[in-house]
Nanobody, 128 residues
Framework: QVQLVESGGGLVQTGDSLTLSCAAS?????????????MGWFRQAPGKERDFVAA????????YYAHSVKGRFTISRDSAKNTLYLQLNSLKPEDTAVYYC????????????????WGQGTQVTVSS
């Protein structure tokens, strides 16, 4: 079982930056790795569907971004800390949403149905 805990959300102004973190753990094992996992970020605004933001292969260099955030957001991970990050730059009011961390072992993709582990979410609010 994989546990994901997001942090770092908050209220910022248009043009500001923010870094989200997702601490990952596996409760069954005292020693583990996330090699073979895909880790990603999704977001959901009020009244809207959950949308893909970015994803990466934990053990490789592949990254994948939604068109709407490419060039502004950067996904990365620290394997030693088992932590996934999302750097959000040049924030816009339309970036306001709950941001979720997710994981899967199926493949690098944007469909929420691929991901079988989810965090509880962290709120990002961008004021104009």
């Amino acid at each position: 079982q994989v546990q994901l805990v997001e942090s770092g959300g908050g209220l910022v102004q248009t043009g500001d930056s923010l870094t989200l973190s997702c601490a990952a753990s596996r409760s069954t094992f005292s020693s583990y790795t996330f090699n073979g996992y895909i880790m990603g970020w999704f977001r959901q605004a009020p009244g809207k569907e959950r949308d893909f933001v970015a994803a990466l292969r934990w053990s490789g260099a592949d990254t994948y971004y939604a068109h709407s955030v490419k060039g502004r957001f950067t996904i990365s991970r620290d394997s030693a800390k088992n932590t996934l990050y999302l750097q959000l730059n040049s924030l816009k009011p339309e970036d306001t949403a709950v941001y979720y961390c997710a994981a899967n072992t199926l493949g690098l993709g944007s469909a929420p149905s691929l991901y079988n582990y989810w965090g509880q979410g962290t709120q990002v609010t961008v004021s104009s």
